[in-house]
């Protein structure tokens, strides 16, 4: 099981897409075409690998492409210490992988910076379970490790960490540019043939003998064997369409964008204070908490009040100016797990809805396809079907 013991060999099959540990699907006809409802980091990355595999692919996009959750996020590619149980740790970690694949395939084109993060802890308490996450973690063979005060000044000597109880370096992990990537992948997918089609909205299926024959649409109807829902939060109303529930629960997140600033940070930055990135463009993202701060005041004035605080751990902040403060929500699946498959009894129509969308997405596009496309049934999905939500 993927969940108890995850090999070298199976990790590389999954990412190389030479073949995955799973079970063939035994019946229905060849996969053609597909439609993806939805233009953010999710649909762009299943454009690609679709149209890569020589399937006819059109993207409908509502607004425009990266519009919604994937505009708002701080996309740090991470499988770190929250990522729980093993099964969720390792999807994630092979969601770093497959991030490592997409930057092979594409060298020099993606808007990410690898490098890892660093995270410490003054308070004493919370240090001593911080140690006790990074061994659990290393346990599972997580390129991680505790750092002192001093390794954490080398690795990020532009910020003033205060005072340090413990520190922990996570080596593998990196950050993209959600926007620019999803634009990117868009191109790339246009390319090898998919069309991308916005502003046009998924209305309705149009289904014969129980079969989806086309996608309704505002700009008309697409003839497809499949349609993937990758509508973000409005996956539900989307998925329920085709009778699908998807019970998503709401999460917003707040952050402060600063206009591009020389380099000052070279890594994730996860402190007591602020968690903050720095983009490939010197774009600084940052909030209370890497997936933003959990309220919904996206404020001038607290945005302000928060950097002014944020500066005792950057000053590079008493500096910058603010560009822009958003306000997103994740796609939060009520028991917090991501949602991906076919529903029961249904080969047509294909979900796809998750936090964490950005370290998952390029993953879930390689799954996505051999599932779709080769009839195989991915095991590290096993634990995320829509099932659950549709006995
Ligand atoms: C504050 C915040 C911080 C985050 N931090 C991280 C992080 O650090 N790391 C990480 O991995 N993840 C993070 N996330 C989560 C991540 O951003 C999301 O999981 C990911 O962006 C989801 O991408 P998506 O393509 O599924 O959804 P979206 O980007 O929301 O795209 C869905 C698209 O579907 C379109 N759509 C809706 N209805 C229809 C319709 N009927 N027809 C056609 N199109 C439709 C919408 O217009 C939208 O463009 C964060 C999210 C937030 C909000």
Redesign the pocket.
């Given at each position: 099981m993927m969940g108890r013991h995850l090999d070298r060999r199976t990790l590389l099959q999954l990412i190389g897409g030479v073949a995955v540990a799973g079970v063939p699907r035994m019946s229905g006809a060849a996969v053609e075409s597909v439609v993806i409802?939805?233009?953010?980091?999710?649909?762009?990355n299943l454009a690609y690998r679709f149209a890569k595999r020589g399937a006819s692919v059109t993207v409908?996009?509502?607004?425009?492409?990266?519009?919604?959750?994937?505009?708002?996020?701080?996309?740090?590619?991470?499988s770190t210490y929250s990522k729980q149980p093993l099964s969720y740790f390792n999807l994630n970690r092979l969601?770093i992988e497959a991030w490592q694949q997409l930057d092979r395939e594409l060298p020099g084109d993606l808007p990410l910076r690898w490098g890892g993060s660093v995270e410490w802890y003054g308070d004493e308490a919370r240090a001593k379970a911080f140690r006790e996450e990074v061994r659990h973690h290393q346990g599972w063979a997580y390129p991680t490790h505790l750092i002192d005060d001093a390794a954490l000044r080398a690795l990020e000597p532009h910020v003033e960490p205060g005072r340090v109880a413990a520190a922990a370096h996570a080596e593998l992990e990196g950050?993209v540019d959600?926007v620019r990537v999803?634009e990117l992948l868009l191109e790339r997918a246009k390319s090898a043939g998919a069309r991308v089609s916005y502003p046009?909205?998924?209305?309705g299926l149009d289904e014969r003998n129980g079969k989806l024959r086309a996608v309704k649409?505002t700009a008309g109807e697409i003839e497809a064997d499949v349609l993937i829902v990758?509508?973000?939060?409005?996956?539900p109303?989307?998925a329920a369409l085709a009778g699908v529930r998807v019970p998503l629960k709401e999460?917003?997140?707040?952050?402060v964008h600063t206009p591009p600033q020389p380099r000052v940070l070279e890594r994730v930055v996860l402190s007591p204070v602020v968690h903050m990135k720095q983009k490939p463009d010197g774009r600084i993202v940052c909030?209370s908490g890497?997936?933003?701060s959990p309220t919904n005041d996206a404020s001038r004035e607290a945005a302000e009040q928060f950097l002014s605080k944020a500066s005792q751990v950057l000053p590079a902040f008493a500096r910058t100016s603010i560009e822009k403060v958003?306000l997103?929500?994740?796609?939060l699946p009520q028991d917090e797990f991501p949602i991906i498959g076919f529903p029961p009894a249904r080969r047509d129509v294909y979900v796809?809805?998750?936090?964490?969308?950005?370290?998952?997405?390029p993953l879930v596009a390689h799954l996505a396809v051999l599932e779709i496309l080769d009839g195989v049934e991915a095991e590290p999905l096993a634990p995320y079907r829509p099932a659950r939500f549709n006995t």
């Open positions: 409802a939805g233009g953010g980091i999710i649909g762009a409908v996009e509502r607004t425009k492409p990266a519009s919604g959750a994937t505009a708002n996020s701080f996309a740090w590619i991470n969601g950050s959600p999803t046009s909205a998924v209305t649409t990758a509508c973000g939060t409005d996956t109303r989307v999460s917003p997140g707040v952050l909030g890497f997936g933003g958003t997103g929500y994740r796609p796809t809805v998750m936090h964490s969308g950005v370290t998952l997405s």
